[in-house]
C-alpha cells in the first residue's frame, strides 16, 4: 500500500468527533410515506421551474422542474405517483421556497434518461445539465456551470475529507461504493478537462483511504489529510493537496482547479451509467438523542420527521441540526424535507449543546488564531453591531467560510459567524 502522507492547511480546530455514533452502521434504504415535498431552490442560482402540474401523474425521474437560468438545475420526481399540488412553504433557511408536493403511489416505476455509451467532455456536462446534479457536499453549486470555467483545469480535486463532526454519509458512501465512486470521478475528470484527479481523504478514515486507493487508477491518485476543521473547505483542501492559494475575488478555476465532492461524483456515474437524475442521497442521522443512529439512502423531499421516527428520535433532544454542528441549519420543527444538500439530521440532547449568554469580547485574539482564512472576526464583530459598515471593509468580512472555528473557541462565547454574514448582508446592502 502506498504509503500514507498526513497534508493540510493553516490554523483550524480539532472539534470533538462524535463519528463513532454512526460510522459503523451501513447505509440502507428509507423509503418515503405517502407524500413527497421537494422544493424547487436546492441549489445556488435561480430556482427551477415547475414543468408539472396538479393531477399530472409522474415516475421516479420523471423531470417536475426545469432549470430556471444559467446557475440553476432540473429537478425530478424522487418517486413515482400523482401531483397534488405546487405552492410556497416555509423553509429552514427562514424564507420560503416554492415546492411540488407528490402522492407516493408506492409502486416505484422509473423514467430515467437513457445511459451515456458514448460520450466526451460535452455529453458530459449535458448529462449533468440533464440529471440535476450539483454539488452534495456544500452549498449545491450546479455541477455543469462548475465543469465549464472559462479558463483551463488542470487538476480535478475531490473533497473525501467529511471534517464536519457527527456526520458519516460520506464515509460509508467511501466504504460500500468506492468503486462507483472512482468511475464518477473519472467522468467529472474528462468533463472538467482535467489532466488528473486527486483525493483528499482525512487520516481518521484509513479504511476509506484503502478503498479509494484500491480502485483508484490511472489519473486519479489518493492522498492522506490531516484530520482537522475545515479541511473539506473548499480553499483549504486546494491548499492542503497542492499548496496554491486562491486570490481573493478569485475562483478555484482562474488558478487551474476545480473541487467536487465523493457523493457528487458517485451522482455522475449513476446519470451516466444508468440514466439516473439526483433523486437520492445518503443522510446520516445521528445525537446523543436518537436510538438507532443510521445512514440512510433517502429519496429527495422526504420529511426529516419520517428520518426521525426511523431512528427512534426521542423528544429529549433540545436542538435538531439539518446539516454539521458547525455549519448546519437550526431547525425548529423537523417537517421540513430532505434536499440534493442535505447531508444530515442531528438530534442533540443537553448535554451535547453549550447554551451560554454572549459576554464582552476579551480581546484574546483566539479568533484570529483559528481562523483558517486569515481574517479578524473579533474586529468585524465590533464594528459591525455599532453600524461601522465603511470601516467593516477592510476587514474582508466578504472571505469568510462561516466555518465556526471563530464561535467555536470563542471564550467570550460571542456570535461571531452571525455578525460576520450580517456584515456581509450590510456591506451588499450599501453598495447596491
Not at 468503486?179 to 467529472?188: C, P, R, S, V
Not at 441540526?321 to 458547525?326: E, N, T, V
Amino acid at each position: 500500500m502506498k504509503k500514507m502522507r498526513s497534508k493540510t492547511f493553516k490554523y483550524g480546530i480539532h472539534p470533538e468527533e462524535k463519528k463513532e455514533i454512526s460510522k459503523g452502521m451501513a447505509i440502507r434504504e428509507l423509503c418515503p410515506g405517502s407524500l413527497v415535498k421537494i422544493p424547487l431552490d436546492q441549489h445556488i442560482g435561480k430556482p427551477a421551474v415547475a414543468v408539472v402540474a396538479p393531477g399530472d401523474a409522474v415516475k421516479q425521474g420523471t423531470l417536475i422542474a426545469a432549470a430556471g437560468g444559467f446557475v440553476s438545475a432540473n429537478i425530478h420526481s424522487s418517486v413515482s405517483g400523482t401531483v397534488k399540488k405546487v405552492e410556497l412553504q416555509p423553509n429552514f433557511r427562514g424564507g420560503k421556497s416554492a415546492c411540488i408536493f407528490i402522492e407516493n403511489d408506492f409502486k416505484y416505476e422509473t423514467d430515467y434518461l437513457p445511459p451515456v455509451v458514448d460520450f466526451d467532455r460535452e455529453t458530459l456536462i449535458k448529462r449533468a445539465r440533464e440529471a440535476g446534479i450539483v454539488g452534495m457536499g456544500g452549498a449545491g453549486f450546479p455541477l455543469d456551470v462548475k465543469l465549464s470555467p472559462k479558463n483551463p483545469v488542470e487538476t480535478l480535486l475531490i473533497n473525501a475529507s467529511e471534517c464536519e463532526p457527527y456526520i458519516t454519509c460520506d464515509y460509508r458512501l467511501m466504504i460500500e461504493r468506492a468503486e462507483k465512486i472512482l468511475k464518477g470521478i473519472e467522468y467529472l475528470r474528462i468533463a472538467a478537462g482535467a489532466k488528473n484527479a486527486v483525493i483528499g481523504v482525512e487520516a481518521n478514515k484509513s479504511d476509506a483511504y484503502a478503498e479509494l486507493l484500491r480502485f483508484a487508477s490511472g489519473n486519479i491518485t489518493v492522498e492522506m489529510l490531516k484530520t482537522k476543521y475545515p479541511e473539506g473547505g473548499e480553499k483549504q483542501l486546494i491548499y492542503a493537496l497542492t499548496r496554491k492559494k486562491v486570490p481573493a475575488g478569485k475562483l478555484p478555476a482562474d488558478i487551474g482547479y476545480i473541487v467536487s465532492n465523493v457523493a457528487t461524483a458517485y451522482a455522475m456515474a449513476e446519470a451516466v451509467d444508468e440514466g439516473k437524475p439526483l433523486i437520492e442521497r445518503i443522510v446520516t442521522v445521528s445525537g446523543a438523542a436518537v436510538k438507532k443512529p443510521a445512514n440512510y439512502s433517502v429519496r429527495i423531499g422526504t420529511s426529516f420527521a419520517e428520518l426521525k421516527e426511523a431512528s427512534e428520535g426521542g423528544e429529549d433532544f433540545v436542538k435538531a441540526i439539518a446539516g454539521g454542528p458547525m455549519m448546519g441549519f437550526a431547525l425548529h420543527s423537523v417537517d421540513f424535507p430532505v434536499t440534493k444538500t442535505s447531508g444530515a439530521l442531528l438530534l442533540l440532547t443537553a448535554d451535547e449543546i453549550r447554551e451560554v449568554e454572549p459576554t464582552p469580547c476579551l480581546n484574546c485574539g483566539r479568533c484570529a488564531n483559528v481562523c483558517p482564512m486569515s481574517l479578524l472576526p473579533m474586529r468585524t464583530d465590533a464594528l459591525i453591531l455599532h453600524d461601522k459598515i465603511e470601516e467593516c471593509k477592510q476587514y474582508h468580512p466578504e472571505l469568510c467560510i462561516e466555518c465556526g472555528c471563530c464561535a467555536y473557541v470563542c471564550p467570550a462565547k460571542r456570535p461571531l459567524v452571525q455578525t460576520q454574514r450580517l456584515a456581509k448582508k450590510l456591506i451588499r446592502q450599501k453598495g447596491k
